[in-house]
């Protein structure tokens, strides 16, 4: 038996690299009969059946696992929010934030298109990207043509499994290909009528990129909260973590209880509005919910 991790999934069969090999394996049979399904960084053990093929016939405990797309292990999710063309939403921004949290992931957000903005544009972007860094997130800005990503992107991406996360025609596919030029990953132009790119990513795959992995995936076809209970959601704004132990009552979920500390903070200008306002939209989004049998 030979250990490695799953670095590429497509029509049933798994790409495992170990020990600088990479062999074309499928599943045991075993894995279907317990509904278990390998996914892109897993860490499994093989049986080889040849140099280049062989059989998972394990898989390791996960850390954490992502639904769609289809991941595990994920140790960093790379966000990447475009300034214009799409236009900066931070409503969408908060989505991923919160998706990311909840799976206990360090979130890396990256605004591109920095050099198309207007001198408006570009004082809006810095007031919200330091709004996200007092709150404690890592915020890069980049240009569109992404010529500065050796010094600013590198250093975060060894030693993690990285997940690159954000809306279709923000830069996801030109950020990778800006990380490895050997990689030609296809990118799309964004189209003018609906002002959002194309997908052009149709599987999950892993490339060993500084010192690290990071996955090119089809992109969050879903953001919907569909695994987060009400009472989680308050964990997946981490600003509101210094307080929320100030609230009069404990379990206090910040919307209509009275003495709450998250709403002093936002009173106070300590908590952006825009942030409890985002939590608040989320709140009643899960509450709608229909419930799950």
Do not use: W
């Not at 209970?229 to 009275?258: A, V, W």
């Amino acid at each position: 038996m030979i250990q490695g991790i799953i670095i590429k999934a497509l029509s049933g069969f798994y790409d495992v690299l170990a020990d600088n090999q990479v062999y074309t394996c499928k599943g045991r049979g075993l894995f279907r009969k317990k509904k278990i399904t390998p996914l892109v960084g897993d860490y499994v053990k093989v049986d080889p059946q040849s140099d280049t093929t062989g059989t998972i016939v394990s898989i390791k405990e996960r850390q954490n696992e992502l639904v769609r797309p289809p991941i595990a292990n994920i140790d960093q999710a790379i966000i990447v929010s475009s300034v214009v063309e799409p236009e900066f939403n931070p409503l969408l921004l908060d989505r991923f934030l919160v998706l990311i949290e909840y799976k206990d992931i360090e979130p890396l957000i990256v605004l591109t298109k920095e050099d198309l903005t207007t001198d408006d544009q570009l004082d809006e972007l810095n007031l919200y990207a330091t709004i996200y860094r007092k709150i404690g997130y890592e915020v890069l800005i980049v240009s569109k043509v992404m010529d500065d990503l050796d010094e600013k992107i590198y250093p975060h991406l060894a030693n993690k499994l990285s997940v690159i996360a954000g809306q279709s025609g923000v830069g996801k596919s030109t950020l990778l290909n800006k990380l490895d030029g050997e990689l030609d990953i296809e990118t799309a132009n964004i189209s003018k009528s609906l002002g959002r790119g194309k997908h052009t990513t149709r599987h999950v795959e892993l490339y060993s990129i500084g010192d690290g992995y990071v996955a090119d995936t089809p992109g969050f076809s879903s953001l919907d909260f569909n695994e987060i209970e009400l009472e989680d959601l308050r964990f997946c704004f981490r600003e509101f973590l210094d307080y929320q132990d100030e609230c009069k009552f404990r379990g206090c979920l910040h919307m209509n209880e009275p003495k709450c500390a998250i709403k002093s903070g936002v009173e106070n200008g300590d908590i952006a509005q825009f942030r409890y306002d985002h939590y608040q939209n989320f709140f009643e989004e899960i509450k709608q919910r229909k419930p799950r049998y």
